[in-house]
């Protein structure tokens, strides 16, 4: 059925193509009718209705033509030249058009190949369709802009290379200081919105279209402090947060990659060296204990000479009381000396293992910090099974995915891994190993040295799906993680799923205890800001999930305060309250 289709089609299109070009040969070989056509735009008392006619006539012609024709017809018609003439000479607007159109038409079929495509004379007229002011016609080039970048990658750049983020600007600019916001008429407003859209996905869509944004950026801030609708804003505020952190991304990014090659340098280096102390410590406990070794021999072959002194002693005292007496007294002596002996020879000997376990616990420990995981959860993981009546969780602990040790420091509270600290500004993101399937649950946190110059927290809390694996570095704002990751952000209030930010609840700072309750029985997650339950909550959660933590900055922190499991939910229905859908 496809093929019938396929080739019904095609029939089609070659019958009208024939059609086309059988109706062009009427009026003569098609060569000769663009020269007169071309000439017919040099005389001076030719009227507007002809000129369009003619055009329009050419534009015909140029369809039915194969390239290596257009080439030969380029080359010695002039028609380029005259249609140019025509086009910068008239002041009609149909005529312009239609002057574009057969320049834009003759050079596409020229130019056209399998192989090297020129992206950016198809993506051109899709830039002007945005800009254009009729809404209609903006949102068709809005949706094909977005297609383009969908399903052809080459697009994007050819996008960039137009400079679509500065046309982006200077309308911007225009739109908002021309006249008040309140003044900006709903059609104005609208293509904003298909704008400021187009630039968000085309940001997400390439890591490196931030390079570009030096003069947007400007003009998204003159915009967003000229106070316009909340919508507009928010918009406005998304991009801005996205620009920041693939600014943040690009720099740490070249900084880290010399920093990071100096300190595994450094580190081995560091090891080397700790590698020698340690064999040489060892060659010192092993020639300590051959000396101990023999000194106990020595000690040994004395105690028999001290044993043999003792026995012909005893013989001399059955003699004589006076020399029993004194044998007597020198088998005491022996005595003594053999129990220091025996003593300083366990001493010795406890001394030596003492310092080989010493030295060896050294290099295992120096060689584990870069080749294991720093914490090993069959280790840590509590032996003892939890009743099941205790709603306190003393088990679950934080997932260690930068087992290097190279961004993160872990830290235990009350016996479990429950404290992160950043050791340089990165994405950390960290869940919690419980995967929550049923009951309800809650967990509180709090976060350190975390708040901006805004006064709140650049933290996050929230939930991820329980079978994806959370890498280190991880931004969860970024494709693919947004795809599983749901959060809250302190810093703005937004609730953030699949990189979309909703506002409603409040922004939190360091130190706020921040809980999350979770009802995996109604499919529910709702947040509080200390005892305030905040009006924004997700509904629709199925499937396993888990609870994750995010921080940024160097030297901030989070250490969870508690984790437990509800056999009675907390929330309540506020008036003012918003669903999320998961």
Known sequence: MTESKSSTSGTSRTSLSVLLRAQALAGGEVKSQIVQHSLRFKQTEIS??????????LIILSITLQQNELKEILKVTGIIESVSSLLFGTQNPRIRTLCGAVIQLLLTIAQESKVNVDWQSFVAPLISLLFNEDEQISELGKQTILDSIKKQPLSITSLLDLNIFDKSAQFL?????????KQISETQLNIVHNLLEVIQKLIQASPDATLKTKQLKASLNKVKQS?????????????????????????????????????SQQQVSQL??????????????????????????????????????KEQALQQAQQSDEKAKIAEQWAKIAEERAHASEIAENEDKQK????????????????????????????LTPMAAVASAITKDTSSELDNPDPLGLGVKFERVEGLIRKANALRQEHISLSLNKVIT????????????????????????????????????????????NKYMLYYHGGFGYVYYKGIGTPSNSEFKDGSL????????????????????????????KGAVKFFFWIHEKDSSFQIASVKQLNKATTKTLPNQEALQW
């Not at 600019?173 to 916001?181: D, K, R």
Request: charged residues 25%.
């Open 352 to 379: 030596a293992i003492n310092a080989v376990q010493q030295s060896g616990t050294v290099l295992v420990t120096q060689i584990g910090a870069i080749s294991q995981t720093q914490f090993s959860s069959a280790t």
């Open 48 to 57: 507007d209705a002809d000129k369009i006619e003619s055009l329009e006539t």
């Open 173 to 181: 600019e225009s739109t908002f200081s021309s006249s008040p916001s």
């Open 438 to 481: 049923d009951g309800i649950h809650r967990v509180e946190v709090r976060f350190r040295k975390c708040n901006t110059s805004n006064g709140y927290a650049d933290a996050y809390i929230g939930i991820v799906k329980a079978d994806y694996v959370v890498p280190f570095p991880c931004n969860p704002y970024m494709e693919p993680h």
């Open 272 to 309: 080397q060296e700790q590698l020698r102390i340690s064999e040489q410590k060892i060659i010192d406990s092993e020639e300590k204990a051959r000396l101990t070794e023999q000194l106990n021999k020595q000690q040994e072959e004395q105690l028999k000479q001290e044993q043999l002194q």
């Open 514 to 541: 921040i809980a999350l309750e979770l009802n995996a029985d109604l499919g529910t997650l709702h947040f509080f800001v200390g005892t305030v339950q905040q009006p924004l909550f997700v509904t629709g959660i």
């Open 227 to 263: 106070n316009p609708s909340r919508q507009i804003k928010n918009e406005i505020g998304a991009i801005l947060f996205i620009i920041g952190q693939e600014e943040e991304d690009y720099e740490a990014e070249s900084k880290i990659t010399q920093k990071e090659l100096q300190q």
